[in-house]
């Protein structure tokens, strides 16, 4: 049994290539942060290998899985499952929490 806690300080976490912070990870669940993410045009369809639950601090987005699209505002929170195809598109400056399990950096799983 793992008894370890972690603390992990945003001033210091990783940056991804999309501008998100890592943030604390585990073995089987992580987190990061995406941070003041600018208004964008329609963006690819893309899936992950990996859930995704997020919470909106602030901004406007709109998510598309499948057919469905829903509109994240601030204090929404959203599910996208494992292998499934979506796609955000910001419509206003947005930041968001979301935790991935498995860890979607682990292993280069956010390649």
Same mark, same amino acid.
């Given at each position: +049994?793992?008894?370890? %806690?972690?603390? =992990?300080?945003? #001033?210091?976490?990783?940056? /991804?290539?999309d501008? &998100?912070? !890592?943030?604390?990870s /585990? %073995?089987?669940?992580? +987190?990061?942060?995406?941070?003041?993410?600018? @208004?964008?045009?329609?963006?690819?369809t893309?899936?992950n290998? !990996? &859930?995704t639950?997020g919470?909106? %601090?602030s901004g406007? #987005?709109?998510?598309?899985?499948?057919e469905?699209?829903v509109t994240?505002?601030? /204090?929404?929170?959203w599910l =996208?499952p494992k292998?499934v195809?979506?796609r955000?598109? %910001?419509?206003e400056?947005?930041?968001a =929490? &979301?935790?991935? #399990?498995? @860890? #979607?950096?682990?292993?280069?799983?956010?390649?």
């Amino acid at each position: +049994m793992d008894t370890t %806690i972690k603390k =992990v300080s945003s #001033a210091h976490s990783p940056e /991804g290539d999309d501008g &998100e912070t !890592y943030l604390v990870s /585990g %073995i089987g669940l992580a +987190m990061r942060l995406w941070k003041r993410k600018a @208004p964008t045009k329609k963006k690819e369809t893309h899936r992950n290998p !990996y &859930e995704t639950v997020g919470f909106v %601090i602030s901004g406007k #987005a709109k998510l598309h899985v499948g057919e469905q699209m829903v509109t994240l505002e601030k /204090g929404d929170s959203w599910l =996208v499952p494992k292998d499934v195809d979506h796609r955000y598109e %910001i419509l206003e400056t947005f930041t968001a =929490v &979301e935790a991935t #399990a498995p @860890p #979607a950096h682990l292993h280069g799983r956010d390649d």
